[in-house]
Nanobody, 126 residues
């Protein structure tokens, strides 16, 4: 069974930075793409970023392009989300996720993913 655990969330001022981590276990991490989503109160879960199995292909949501960077370390079985130039509208619970299976294209929708972490809260104050 896949188990994903996020860490690194917290409270930060507008313009600041945070780095989220997601530790994975349960099946061969390096075989699968990974992703990050977020969900603000009263809103749907939003795609943030995804990365392929070896890290040479990434896709970002429009709202985070140029500010967030997704990466992974297969030796450490961990993915990361470096978040810079944070804005109050980035406030949300952030989830890491793993797809049920790999496809030809990177998974960018909620339905592409079958495994989720418990989430970590990110709060950006103005």
């Amino acid at each position: 069974q896949v188990h994903l655990v996020e860490s690194g969330g917290g409270l930060v001022q507008s313009g600041g930075s945070l780095r989220l981590s997601c530790a994975a276990s349960g099946r061969t991490f390096a075989n699968y793409a990974m992703g990050w989503f977020r969900q603000a109160p009263g809103k749907e879960r939003e795609f943030v970023a995804t990365i392929n199995w070896n890290g040479d292909r990434v896709v970002y949501g429009d709202s985070v392009k140029g500010r967030f960077t997704i990466s992974r370390d297969n030796a450490k079985i961990t993915e990361y989300l470096q978040m810079n130039s944070l804005k109050p509208e980035d406030t949300a619970v952030y989830y890491c996720a793993q797809p049920r299976a790999n496809g030809r294209s990177l998974p960018v929708t909620y339905g592409d993913y079958g495994y989720w972490g418990q989430g970590t809260q990110v709060t950006v104050s103005s």
